[in-house]
């Protein structure tokens, strides 16, 4: 089946769509990106994922490219062109394309490109039963993380670090030896004291939506969350480890560094959530 892709307003085969060579998307990472999960043909959690990139835009001074609710109706038409029920749509927003100069360029039209794709769901099935390895490495990003900005090299090469060491993801640690978040997705532990904890929201870590919903959810099945940040030490020590994202929901991790994390299977409250999650979207 072809695949198509809205771009700049027009629906068009994957291999048809394109940009300008001088769209500061392509030449300053200069943009945001948005992805919703895709169940049932229902958009998951829709209204904070826009949330999240009318505020992206807005730190960035990029203007919204369009009303929200013609935005809305892109996306689900690129769902309904690819023929999709379960998958990831993608929505990446640049400034635009100017002659190249770091300033802001004026009176510049945004570049709006938006994808859909299905996902193996034989793959996320076996993760979500198996679970998963990470690996830690250092956090080199930048000091605006919590900005869903395209400009991903660094998580790029520590993603790609970990899949060389055989692990799935990459938990990304400060230089206060915490532990931010992974390169794609947020970072829970339950402590060796039984505590659901992740780190607080603040510039270093993305304002995970799953990460949101979650915690609605633990808090609907009075499971307490600690928002305090962790060391790999504490997370070597965890009865649980797990990470969460829109591309996958909620995926335990069994093995941190080569050390095994409690049973080494995926743990009650892991497994609880997970289905409390699918529990809420079903509503």
Not at 47 to 68: D, K, V
Not at 81 to 103: C, E, F, S
Not at 135 to 161: E, F, H, Y
Request: charged share 25%; aromatic share 6%.
């Amino acid at each position: 089946m072809s695949r198509y892709a809205y771009v700049n307003g027009a629906y068009l085969p994957m291999d048809a769509g394109a940009v300008r060579v001088e769209d500061r998307g392509f030449q300053f990472a200069d943009g945001v990106y948005e992805v919703w999960s895709l169940l049932d043909g229902r958009l998951l959690d829709e209204e904070p994922h826009f949330a999240r990139l009318e505020r992206s835009l807005a730190e960035l001074g990029i203007a919204m490219p369009m009303a929200r609710g013609a935005l809305v109706r892109v996306l689900r038409e690129t769902v309904r062109r690819n023929m999709l029920k379960n998958g990831i749509v993608y929505l990446q927003v640049t400034r635009g394309a100017a002659p190249r100069d770091h300033a802001f360029p004026v009176d510049v039209a945004p570049t709006v490109i938006v994808t859909a794709r299905r996902i193996d769901r034989a793959a996320l099935a076996r993760r979500q039963r198996d679970g998963v390895a990470v690996v830690t490495m250092p956090d080199i990003r930048w000091g605006r993380c919590d900005i869903k900005s395209v400009s991903l090299l660094p998580n790029v090469l520590a993603k790609q670090t970990a899949r060389e060491a055989g692990a799935y993801e990459a938990w990304l640690v400060d230089r206060a030896g915490l532990v931010t978040e992974g390169a794609s997705s947020t970072a829970w532990i339950v402590d060796a004291e039984g505590r659901l904890r992740t780190r607080p929201l603040g510039h270093d870590i993305l304002p995970g939506i799953t990460r949101q919903v979650l915690m609605e959810r633990a808090g609907e099945r009075q499971i307490a969350v600690e928002e305090r940040a962790f060391t790999p030490a504490e997370a070597y020590a965890a009865r649980e480890a797990f990470m969460s994202a829109a591309s996958g929901a909620l995926t335990p991790i069994v093995a941190i560094d080569g050390r095994t994390i409690g049973a080494g299977t995926p743990g009650p409250v892991a497994t609880a959530l997970r289905a409390a999650y699918f529990e809420g979207a079903a509503r």
